[in-house]
Each structure stands twice: as C-alpha cells, then as structure tokens.
C-alpha cells in the first residue's frame, strides 16, 4: 500500500483546512487508518483514526471537537478536515494504514504511512 497525502498549507488561527490521502491498493478498504503529525524533536502523535468500514472513529483529546476523520472506500481515499486551527496544530501531518480492519490509536499497528504534508498555522 502506497499513500499520498497533499492538502496541507498556512493559514491563520481559526482557519480550516482540509488534507486528503489517497491509496495505491484495493487493501485500503480492509484497513484501519489514521493521521498522525509531528514537530521537529518530538514524537509523531496520533490525531485521528477509522474503522475500515467508516463506523468508528477515535480523536486525540487536543483535537476533539475540531477535526473530523473520514474515507470514501470506493476513491481510496482517507481525508482529515480541519477546524478551528491553532497554532499548536503547525506539524507534519502523516496518513496511515493500519494491519487491523479495526480503528486504532497505537502508532505500532500502523504499518503504511504516507509521505507527510506540512500545515502551519499562524497567529
């Protein structure tokens, strides 16, 4: 499985932004998948994750209430829509396919990532 992921850019606090990543394989629709991001010497962080099926979904604390995961299994396609940015959000933010078909939050189940698409936010 090979994973695109384009979407990201700069925009003020409060903006929204919409990243989107798109698979390679028919695999994808029997994944879990997830974003994550990352800033320059911390940990990659889990931000959000699907079900293959669609019908579950998990969120990191810091982005509840903000950012909403989704897929179209038909397009491959995985998407990440942001709201409400802050500052804080300004990472790398990767997609990724998990070896279960089950939503999950642990970096370790995910054995496909994509390339990384970088979102600044300012204030």
């Known amino acids: 499985v090979q994973l695109q992921a384009s979407g990201g850019g700069s925009v003020q606090a409060g903006g929204s932004l919409r990243l989107s990543c798109v698979a390679s394989r028919r695999t994808f629709s029997n994944n879990g998948m997830g974003w994550f991001r990352q800033v320059p010497g911390k940990e990659r962080e889990f931000v959000g994750a699907i079900s293959w099926r669609g019908d579950r979904t998990y969120y990191a604390d810091a982005v509840k209430g903000r950012f909403t995961i989704s897929r179209d299994n038909a397009k491959l396609a995985l998407y990440l829509e942001m709201n409400s940015l802050k500052p804080e959000d300004t990472a790398v933010y990767y997609c990724?396919?998990?070896?279960?078909?089950?939503?999950?939050?642990?970096?370790?189940?995910?054995?496909?990532w994509g390339q990384g698409t970088e979102v600044t936010v300012s204030s």
């Open positions: 990724a396919a998990s070896r279960y078909g089950q939503a999950t939050t642990v970096r370790g189940d995910y054995n496909y």
